[in-house]
C-alpha cells in the first residue's frame, strides 16, 4: 500500500475546497454541480480526495468543441421530444372521444395528466441525476418512456389511455430538468447562454409543433393511433442517440469512475471522490432526494418568484390549445389541419427570439463576462432579455384577445401569437439560465422544483380553459390574463435591482455578495 499519493495522478489539492458558495472550486475543478460532500469533510488539504487534473480529457469541459455542441444538441431534441408528446393528441380528440365515449373534460385528461407527469418526475430525476449520474437516469426514463407511447397506441379503453398517458408524463420528464444540467457540465458560463437556446425553445415549440402533427392525421382521415405511433417512433430514435452517443457528463460522478480506477491501479484504498464521502442509508438518501427540490424552493425568495411567473407563462402556453380552437376552428370555420397550422407562429416567434438573442443579448453578456474576468459575470446580466420580453407579453395578450373577432383577419391572432412566442421564449431563456446561473450545484434540483410547479400550472390551465373562454368570450378571458401578466411583469427588474442581495443571503448561491452589471438594463 502506497504510504503517499503518486506524483504522475496529480490529483492534490493545492488550497482547501470551499463551501458551497465558493466559486474558487468551481472554477478549479471545472465541474457544475454539487460538491458539498468535499466541503464537509476537506477544510484543509487531503492528497487522495480525487479532482480532475489540469486539461484531463475524462473533464467534459475538456472534450472537444463539435462533440460538446452535439451532446447539446441532442439533449434539446430529448427537451422536444417530451414537450411535443404534451400537447400532440389536442387535435385528434374528437377521434378519441367518438372510439371511447368519453366527453370534452376527459378528453382534455389526455393532455392534462400528461403533464401532470412532468409534477412527479422532475421531484425523482433532478436530484437522483446528482447522486447517480446523467446518463442513467436518461437511459431509464427513455426506455419506459419509449414503452409507455406504445401502450397508448394499443389502448383499448379509457382507463388504459389515461393511465399510460399519465406514465408517459412522469418519465418524459427526465430531459426537462437534466439537460439543463447537461449544459452546464460541459460550458463556461459565457457559452452556456448560447447553449441553453435549444432549452428555452423546446418547452413551447415542442408543444405547438404536437398539434400541426395531430391536425393532418385527423385531415387525413388517418387512425388516431396513428399519432402515438409516430411518438413511439420519434422516443425510439431519441433512445438510440443516448445508448450510442451520450456519455457520462456529470462531473461528480466521473470523478467516482477516477477513484475506483485509481484505487484498482495502485491498491490503495484512500482515493476517493466527493460523492463517495455520503455514507448514508437508502432510506435516507431517497428522502434526500425527493426533499432536495423543495428545500431549495422554499428557502430561496428569488427562485420562488421566478417559478411563480414562469408557471403562469406555461399555464398559458396550455391554455392556448384550448383557446386557438374555439378562435380559429370554431370562429374562422378552420379545419383541423389548417387549424393546427395556427400555432407555428409561436414557434416561429421563438426562432425570432433566437436571432434577436444571439445579436443583441449575447454579445452584452460576453462584454460583461470580459470586463468581470477572471470573476463570473452576476447572474442578474442574465435577466435582460425578460426585461424586453415582460412587457411585449402583456401587449401580446391583449392583442390576441381583442383581435380575436371572428369579423377581423385571422391574421391579427396569428401574427399577436408569434409575438408571445417571441416573449415567451426571451423569458425562458433569460429564466432558465438565471437559476442555472444562481444555482449552479443544485441547478438540477432548482430546475426540478420550478418544473414540478410550473407543470401543475400546465396541468390545470387547460382544465378551465375551455369554459372560461366560452363563458368570458375570448376577449375579456384574455384581458383577465393580460392583467395578471402585467401583475407578474416586475419581477425581473425587482431581482435586476435586489438579485445580489437575496444571493449574498442565499446558502444554495455558488457566488455570494452584491455585485452590479456593468451594463444598464435594456
Request: with cysteine; glycine share 8%.
Amino acid at each position: 500500500m502506497p504510504s503517499d499519493p503518486p506524483s504522475h495522478t496529480s490529483t492534490i489539492i493545492d488550497e482547501p475546497l470551499k463551501d458551497s458558495k465558493g466559486q474558487d472550486q468551481h472554477e478549479k475543478q471545472r465541474i457544475s454541480s454539487s460538491t458539498a460532500p468535499a466541503a464537509d469533510i476537506a477544510d484543509e488539504k487531503d492528497p487522495w480526495l480525487v479532482t480532475f487534473d489540469e486539461g484531463e480529457s475524462a473533464n467534459p469541459f475538456n472534450w472537444s468543441r463539435l462533440f460538446r455542441w452535439y451532446l447539446t444538441f441532442a439533449g434539446g431534441i430529448l427537451v422536444l421530444n417530451a414537450t411535443f408528446a404534451s400537447a400532440a393528441p389536442s387535435n385528434i380528440l374528437p377521434q378519441m372521444m367518438e372510439e371511447f365515449g368519453f366527453g370534452k373534460e376527459v378528453a382534455t385528461l389526455t393532455v392534462s395528466l400528461f403533464i401532470a407527469g412532468y409534477c412527479v418526475g422532475p421531484l425523482l430525476w433532478g436530484p437522483l441525476s446528482e447522486n447517480i449520474g446523467r446518463r442513467p437516469v436518461f437511459l431509464i426514463s427513455f426506455v419506459f418512456y419509449t414503452g409507455f407511447q406504445i401502450g397508448c397506441a394499443l389502448s383499448k379503453n379509457t382507463a388504459s389511455i389515461l393511465i399510460f398517458r399519465f406514465l408517459g408524463g412522469t418519465f418524459a420528464a427526465a430531459p426537462l430538468t437534466n439537460s439543463g444540467g447537461l449544459v452546464g457540465d460541459m460550458w463556461d458560463a459565457k457559452t452556456r447562454g448560447k447553449a441553453m437556446l435549444l432549452f428555452a425553445v423546446a418547452p413551447f415549440a415542442g408543444p405547438a409543433l404536437g398539434p400541426v402533427v395531430a391536425g393532418w392525421i385527423a385531415e387525413t382521415n388517418t387512425d388516431w393511433r396513428w399519432l402515438f405511433w409516430t411518438l413511439t417512433i420519434f422516443a425510439g430514435v431519441c433512445l438510440t442517440f443516448i445508448v450510442f452517443t451520450m456519455p457520462e457528463t456529470y462531473g461528480p460522478t466521473l470523478l467516482v469512475h477516477k477513484a475506483q480506477r485509481l484505487r484498482k491501479e495502485t491498491g490503495d484504498s484512500r482515493w476517493y471522490a466527493p460523492l463517495e464521502v455520503k455514507n448514508e442509508s437508502w432510506g435516507r438518501r431517497v428522502n434526500n432526494i425527493l426533499a432536495t427540490p423543495f428545500k431549495v424552493l422554499f428557502r430561496e425568495p428569488m427562485l420562488m418568484a421566478i417559478t411563480a411567473y414562469m408557471s403562469f407563462l406555461y399555464g398559458c402556453i396550455y391554455l392556448l390549445f384550448e383557446a386557438y380552437p374555439i378562435v380559429f376552428t370554431e370562429g374562422h370555420n378552420l379545419n383541423p389541419g389548417i387549424s393546427g397550422l395556427m400555432f407555428l407562429p409561436i414557434s416561429l416567434g421563438g426562432a425570432v427570439g433566437v436571432v434577436v438573442y444571439l445579436i443583441i443579448f449575447n454579445p452584452r453578456y460576453d462584454q460583461v463576462a470580459d470586463e468581470c474576468a477572471p470573476a463570473k459575470a452576476p447572474p442578474e446580466v442574465r435577466l435582460e432579455p425578460t426585461m424586453l420580453g415582460a412587457p411585449i407579453f402583456v401587449i401580446a395578450f391583449f392583442w390576441f384577445g381583442w383581435t380575436s373577432y371572428p369579423s377581423i383577419s385571422l391574421w391579427s391572432p396569428l401574427i399577436a401569437g408569434g409575438v408571445l412566442g417571441f416573449s415567451i421564449f426571451l423569458i425562458f431563456l433569460s429564466l432558465i439560465n438565471y437559476i442555472v446561473d444562481a444555482y449552479l450545484f443544485v441547478a438540477a434540483s432548482a430546475l426540478a422544483a420550478s418544473t414540478v410547479v410550473r407543470s401543475i400550472f400546465g396541468a390545470v390551465f387547460p382544465l378551465f380553459a375551455r369554459q372560461m373562454f366560452e363563458a368570458m368570450n375570448p376577449r375579456w378571458a384574455s384581458t383577465l390574463l393580460g392583467f395578471i401578466a402585467l401583475f407578474l411583469a416586475p419581477i425581473p427588474f425587482i431581482l435586476r435591482r435586489y438579485g445580489p442581495v437575496l444571493r449574498a443571503k442565499s446558502k444554495y448561491a455558488p457566488s455570494a455578495g452584491p455585485s452590479k452589471p456593468k451594463i444598464s438594463p435594456v
